[in-house]
């Protein structure tokens, strides 16, 4: 199956699919990305409303008591590690970046807490510039829809995938990588009952094993 018929199959199946980290502005946004690590976005969603009542902007995130921040986030795990991040990245863009989050990969990625996927994220939803964000449902996909070898790095997928997909469907695709990992090819028990992909599948010939 071609990469055109794999997007438009994507397209069929989550038409509209989204960013499900709620937030109103760039700094809730990217404050939820980096909360995101190693949980899920409904977990993150039920933390944050409380931490941005008590910090609405990067200026009093950046002054905060870090004992205060931690027990704001203290459902998610690793609150401790994340607490730090949260708040040195709100400090770094205060100090280095005049309270203003910056628009570039370069840039972004020299943030506390910020990596090649946090920075993804937050150049697609803040700014609409045109990322392909590689979290754990993309690379899984990727590899299982034969868009990238198994042993590829997190940055070879993005590299291969931007290569394939064209560049105005990068954020779309990102998204319904994601609902498709998320909501239908589990890591676990993937519903390969409702897959369009399974003639070319590379996990689905390991079920029928089973």
Known sequence: MDVQTILNELDELFPNAHCELNHRDQYQMAVAVILSAQTTD??????????????????????????????????????????????GFARHVCDDFGGVIPDTMEELVTLPGVGRKCANVILSECFNIPSLAVDTHVDRISKRLKLAAMKDSVETVERKLKKKIPEDRWIRTHHQMIFFGRYLCHARNPECSRCPFTSFCRYYPTTLKK
């Open 42 to 87: 409904a977990s993150v969603n039920k933390a944050t409303p409380h931490l941005f009542e008590k910090y609405p902007n990067v200026l009093s995130l950046a002054e905060g008591n870090i004992k205060d921040i931690e027990d704001c986030i203290s459902s998610l795990g690793l609150y401790h590690n994340k607490a730090r991040s949260i708040q």
